[in-house]
Structures are given as structure tokens and as C-alpha cells.
T-cell receptor
């Protein structure tokens, strides 16, 4: 079974802090994704990566950056956290090729910015 | 990218069949229809995917009419553990940068 592991289930940070959310997958997947999930809004794509050191913006990239130095690891960075970034963050991965490959999700990091 | 519309919530009882319909009027030729299930405090889990007609696996069936402008996820004989949010997603063979899940359908199964 594919395993996508997010480093923290819950995280509390302060406004202005630099925040790192880490995600690791164990299936040698080419693609990795970061979403945020807010009540009533479903999942929204922040960034995705289709290869090491490659990234593309999703729907809501403002205020975020990402890093993918190794194939199995995809990091989401909040350069200067703000209260409106309080949310559930979900990482996912899938194999490359056609875009309809199912995505495998981690269990999320619930981030609170005070 | 095709936008999807599905009911916000549904209620059912144990042992009943549940059908959740998703509308995707602007689906493109290369798009697939994919359904995910999400329990509280967990990430979404892939359930089923189809392109046309009918697809069945051990968990659900997916019915897609010829015009592909809608699809129906069918859950046979639901149990309390099927209480979850179900997302309908239209996914093309490219264009990850606009992948949108939508708000999903919250299914509540009652004893």
C-alpha cells in the first residue's frame, strides 16, 4: 500500500513565523501535491511538483512556497505565517504519466496560526 | 477544467443503497470521473474512477451515461462506517494546476 506521511498531525505557530510542513511518500511517485482544506470550500491546490526540483503553482499559491530536493519528500513553506493560513493541509502523491492517476493522501496537518 | 456539482448532503439508513449524482456539464473528451471518500481527520481516499458506461469494484459502482455530463456513485447496502464526505472530481490527462475537489457530499448513515 502507498504510504504518504505528514510529519505533524497538529501544529501551532505564531504570526510572522516561518513554518515548514513536511511530506514523505514511499512509492517512488513522480508527482506530489499540497492542498489546503477549509470548511465549505473542499480541497484547494496550493502547489504541485512533477519531478525533483520542479514545481508548479496551483489555485492558491500566494503566501506559500515549496521545496522538492528528493523524489520522496515535498515540503510546504509558509514564509511569514498569517492567521488566514490556519487550515488543514493535505499532501498527496501519484505516479506520473496521464493526469488521471488516483492520488494518495496523507492524514493531514491541522495548522493553527495565533 | 470541468466544474462539478453535487448535493451538499444526503441521509440514508443502514442496509440501503445510496446513489450520489454529480453533474459535470463541461467535461472534456479526455477527462475521467473520479470519486474520493473522506472520513473526519483523514485524507481523502480513492474509491473509483471511470470514463464511460459502468465501472464496478469491491466498494462501489460508477454509472456514466453516454453524454458523460453526469455520473452516479452507487454504494450498495451502506453501513454506519460509510458516513463520510464523498467528492466527485473530473480529471484530465493533463492540467494538474487546476485540480479542484469542490465541497463534496456529506453522507450520513443512520441506524
Amino acid at each position: 500500500d502507498v504510504k504518504v506521511t505528514q510529519s505533524s498531525r497538529y501544529l501551532v505557530k505564531r504570526t510572522g513565523e516561518k513554518v515548514f510542513l513536511e511530506c514523505v511518500q514511499d512509492m517512488d511517485h513522480e508527482n506530489m501535491f499540497w492542498y489546503r482544506q477549509d470548511p465549505g470550500l473542499g480541497l484547494r491546490l496550493i502547489y504541485f511538483s512533477y519531478d525533483v526540483k520542479m514545481k508548479e503553482k496551483g489555485d492558491i499559491p500566494e503566501g506559500y512556497s515549496v521545496s522538492r530536493e528528493k523524489k520522496e519528500r515535498f515540503s510546504l513553506i509558509l514564509e511569514s505565517a498569517s492567521t488566514n493560513q490556519t487550515s488543514m493541509y493535505l499532501c498527496a502523491s501519484n505516479s506520473g504519466g496521464t493526469g488521471n492517476q488516483p492520488q494518495h493522501f496523507g492524514d493531514g496537518t491541522r495548522l493553527s496560526i495565533l | 477544467l470541468a466544474k462539478t456539482t453535487q448535493p451538499i448532503s444526503m441521509d440514508s439508513y443502514e442496509g440501503q443503497e445510496v446513489n450520489i449524482t454529480c453533474s459535470h456539464n463541461n467535461i472534456a473528451t479526455n477527462d475521467y470521473i473520479t470519486w474520493y471518500q473522506q472520513f473526519p481527520s483523514q485524507g481523502p481516499r480513492f474509491i473509483i474512477q471511470g470514463y464511460k458506461t459502468k465501472v464496478t469494484n469491491e466498494v462501489a459502482s460508477l454509472f456514466i451515461p453516454a453524454d458523460r455530463k453526469s455520473s452516479t456513485l452507487s454504494l450498495p447496502r451502506v453501513s454506519l462506517s460509510d458516513t463520510a464526505v464523498y467528492y466527485c472530481l473530473v480529471v484530465g490527462t493533463g492540467g494538474y494546476n487546476k485540480l479542484i475537489f469542490g465541497a463534496g457530499t456529506r453522507l450520513a448513515v443512520h441506524p
